[in-house]
């Protein structure tokens, strides 16, 4: 069982940035495939970026492609979102989320694929 603990949340004006973090409990971390998926009122949580056991491969929804990134650090027991030339509708809670296994690629962007997830994170951008 993994706990997850993110952070980093806040408020940016549109065009800024901020970094995410999302701290793994346990020893096993690098067995976990690593999303972000996030929020918004009255929206259903959607898929943000994905990233494989040891980011060999990282996906990404179209809407952020280009402007987000996530990277993990085995080390740590940490993956990272990067996100950048933030926009007024990237205001949402982002979650931190994990699981062992996926079925198939397709599965990477569907929440009910992960069993473990973060309490949230609030990002707000501004115009």
């Known amino acids: 069982q993994v706990q997850l603990v993110e952070s980093g949340g806040g408020l940016v004006q549109a065009g800024g940035s901020l970094r995410l973090s999302c701290a793994a409990s346990?020893?096993?971390?690098?067995?976990?495939?690593m999303a972000w998926f996030r929020q918004a009122p009255g929206k259903d949580r959607e898929f943000v970026a994905a990233?494989?056991?040891?980011?060999?491969?990282?996906y990404y929804a179209d809407y952020v492609k280009g402007r987000f990134t996530i990277s993990r650090d085995n080390a740590v027991n940490t993956v990272y979102l990067e996100m950048n030339m933030l926009k007024p509708e990237d205001t949402a809670v982002y979650y931190c989320?994990?699981?062992?296994?996926?079925?198939?690629?397709?599965?990477?962007?569907?929440?009910?694929?992960?069993?473990?997830w973060g309490q949230g994170t609030q990002v707000t951008v501004s115009f």
């Open positions: 990233s494989t056991r040891s980011a060999e491969r990282t």
């Open positions: 346990g020893r096993t971390f690098n067995r976990y495939i």
């Open positions: 989320a994990a699981t062992e296994t996926v079925a198939s690629s397709n599965y990477y962007f569907v929440a009910a694929t992960y069993n473990y």
